[in-house]
């Protein structure tokens, strides 16, 4: 009888359920999500491909050759086109992926794509406060793509190259009329910008081959250096070079030189119709609305232009009292006593001749280099390319211009590039250039693009989108890096980095005083030149390019004080177990995020370094 007992007991058992194993759901769950995944990444490559089909230009700084030979389509017509695209390609996302089916990466990609529409919707509502020919303008941005992306090492790529010069002109009549279209809304952009303009495109259109005597113009001087490189490397016979030359010099004077005379003659007339004095975007049909769209996005926040005011008064306190200590350190009474011994040092200074600006650009390189060898111990994630600071090209050089960055290619057939200005009149500060080199160079926008163009496993448009506050204030946050790095040798050195931060916190005031305040240009000046130490020359400089380009003024500030305050509440939350390469690259190991997926990105390193500690 107990045998048959046992017996039935052990039949029951095998016929009852086994108990759930929690690791292998677990396991299953995240390979189901992890496929999902895989096929979204698969459908916003798709849709890459397309967007990119309508942006050849984008293409090209990806290091494709993908229509090589057209530049991008500027009218208004096109932006419709595009952001009905972008609307069908979010509503089919959403019907085709339940985002709580991907795993964390598929959601923060769905997240990204489906923000992009939010963005261009609200970007097309204000299209024409945004000025056409301000920041980043067509008539000196297009010939800079094209002299810095467009690689010729093929007979087929010059020929491509020509038939883009002959573009030009086609995108300055799209770009101008879409100008005269805000014109004829009341909205124009401030006569400085007009008479910039002028200046600029005459440039582009001044010397040889546009006239038979003068210097080469800048894409006429390019266009034949590209056609030697192709004699040199056998590439190209000298009657095939001369038939390369004889194209590029037809495509400028028939094709690209008319449109810049059209817009030249344009911005003449129109001038006298443009503002002065009080021109910030409340000045502007229905400007606050359009001001606080531009700081949703260059923040990619919610903060209003009253609480970015405020933070700025803040911050502009805190690193004045910053400066006084590190004065008071060096054994000076406050900063002000500080400078004063500074400026008797004649030996900090490089003098504004051709020789002074040679030694700056030798001095900007070394420091890029010596910085670099550091990266070790701060990234695992290490830059692979080449890296480079040059003059800005004469055609866009203005005096006291602010220094910009151009990252590689994906391939690194470019490299990164650093562009100064250098025809400030008074010289350059040589304590400067350490802490300009980290925000612009390493570790700042040159290490984070090279890193970006080089994601893997992630949807191709991750390495081609940006946004501002992440880029800049990755770019500042590497200014304060450098010190914790030992960049900055001297406390003169140390106080060029604050001096550089209390330049971007008085952007938070200038900018908003401007646009959201009232403020007139010359009260801008008066608030910078009573806070900073800045030369007169680079804050005009400065005021002007706020004002042509609401809200990008803030992004520094504000991206810098998230990733610092992301950096303190790991810091807090891992002890330690914290690790700063690792904070590092999950910073930049994905490319340029919201703020808010930033935000969750780092906390979900934080919480993988827990879960891994127990």
């Not at 911050?315 to 004045?320: L, Q, T």
């Not at 900007?364 to 670099?372: F, G, I, P, Q, W």
């Not at 940006?466 to 406390?491: F, P």
């Not at 009260?523 to 002007?544: F, P």
Request: with cysteine; charged share 25%; glycine share 8%.
């Amino acid at each position: 009888m107990r045998s048959l007992i046992i017996a039935g007991l052990v039949a029951l058992a095998a016929c009852s359920p086994s108990k759930p194993d929690p690791a292998a759901a677990a396991a299953t769950a995240a390979q189901a999500a992890a496929a999902e995944t895989t096929k979204l990444t698969a459908y916003l490559d798709d849709q890459f491909e397309q967007e990119l089909k309508e942006n050849p230009e984008r293409a090209t700084t990806l290091g494709r050759k993908d229509n090589y030979d057209k530049l991008n389509d500027y009218s208004e017509a096109q932006q419709d086109k595009m952001l009905e695209w972008r609307r069908k390609s979010v509503a089919d996302m959403k019907a085709q992926f339940d985002r709580a089916k991907l795993d964390a990466d598929g959601q923060m990609n769905f997240d990204i794509w489906a923000l992009e529409l939010d963005r261009a919707e609200k970007q097309q509502k204000y299209r024409r406060q945004a000025y056409v020919f301000g920041r980043s303008a067509p008539h000196t941005e297009r010939p800079s793509f094209l002299i810095s992306y467009h690689r010729v090492s093929e007979l087929s790529d010059m020929e491509a190259y020509n038939s883009r010069l002959a573009q030009l002109g086609r995108v300055m009549d799209q770009s101008m009329e879409r100008a005269k279209a805000a014109a004829a809304d009341g909205i124009r952009m401030p006569k400085f910008q007009y008479e910039r303009v002028i200046r600029e495109s005459t440039k582009m259109i001044s010397g040889q081959p546009f006239s038979a005597n003068g210097p080469d113009s800048p894409l006429w001087a390019d266009a034949q250096t590209k056609i030697k490189g192709l004699v040199d490397t056998g590439k190209a016979t000298p009657e095939q070079a001369k038939t390369l030359t004889d194209g590029a010099r037809k495509a400028l004077i028939e094709g690209m030189k008319p449109g810049y005379e059209h817009l030249i003659a344009w911005a003449k007339e129109d001038m006298a119709k443009a503002p002065s004095g009080k021109v910030g975007a409340l000045t502007l049909p229905d400007g606050l609305n359009w001001y606080a769209v531009a700081l949703s996005d260059q923040t990619t926040t919610d903060m209003t232009a009253d609480d970015i005011h405020k933070l700025g008064l803040l911050e502009v306190a805190r690193i004045h009292g910053e400066m006084d200590k590190l004065a008071q350190d060096a054994g000076f009474k406050d900063a002000k006593a500080f400078l004063a011994d500074r400026d008797k040092k004649k030996d900090l200074v490089l003098p504004a001749t051709d020789a002074g600006r040679a030694e700056y650009l030798k001095l900007a390189n070394e420091s890029v280099a010596k910085t670099r060898e550091m990266l070790p111990l701060w990234f695992g994630n290490l830059p692979k390319y080449d890296m480079v600071v040059q003059r800005e090209p004469a055609y866009s050089e203005v005096p006291g211009g602010a220094a910009h960055a151009q990252r590689t290619t994906p391939d690194g057939s470019k490299p990164g590039i650093v562009f100064v200005h250098l025809l400030t009149p008074t010289g350059f500060l040589k304590p400067e250039i350490a802490d300009l080199m980290c925000h612009e160079g390493i570790p700042g926008h040159l290490l984070q693009g090279d890193i970006a163009v080089r994601q893997t496993g992630v949807p191709k448009f991750r390495t081609a989108y940006g946004y501002a506050a992440y880029g800049e204030g990755w770019g500042l946050y590497s200014e304060a890096l450098c010190k914790e790095m030992g960049v900055y040798l001297d406390a003169y050195s140390d106080y060029a980095r604050l001096d550089g931060e209390l330049w971007r916190a008085v952007r938070l005031v200038v900018d908003t005083g401007l646009h959201a305040m009232g403020w007139t240009e010359d009260e801008a000046v008066k608030y910078a030149q009573d806070n900073t130490t800045e030369d007169d020359s680079k804050i005009h400089a400065e005021v002007k390019r706020f004002l042509i380009n609401p809200g990008q003024a803030t992004a520094y500030k504000i991206g810098m004080l998230k990733i610092q305050a992301l950096r303190a509440e790991a810091e807090e939350a891992l002890g330690d177990k914290f690790n700063i390469k690792g904070f590092h690259d999950t910073v930049v190991g994905s490319g340029s995020l919201p703020l808010s997926i930033l935000e969750t990105r780092v906390h979900a390193w934080v919480a993988a370094r827990k879960a891994a500690a127990k």
